[in-house]
């Protein structure tokens, strides 16, 4: 980590993208408050341009997963 938290000086970072109703995301934002494995948290909306993007690049990595496969 860039810096230390509650003591600690590593971490697991996780990128998770879901779509779901808004009660959903509050739910959710509860567990991870109480769960004292997780440090911090961001939940962040995503427009129309970053699903856009987001796609592109699930593609471009897919691409590159099967051209290592192929050769």
């Known amino acids: 980590m860039a810096y230390p938290i509650q003591k600690k000086s590593t971490g697991f ?26 440090m911090r948290f961001l939940t962040v909306r995503m ?4 699903l856009e993007y987001s796609e592109k690049r699930r593609a471009k990595m897919g691409e590159k997963k099967t051209a290592a496969a192929e050769a």
């Open 47 to 50: 427009d129309k341009d970053h």
């Open 13 to 38: 970072y996780f990128l998770v993208e879901f779509q779901a109703e808004g009660n959903v995301v509050a739910d959710m934002e509860l567990q991870m408050k109480r769960d004292e494995r997780i």
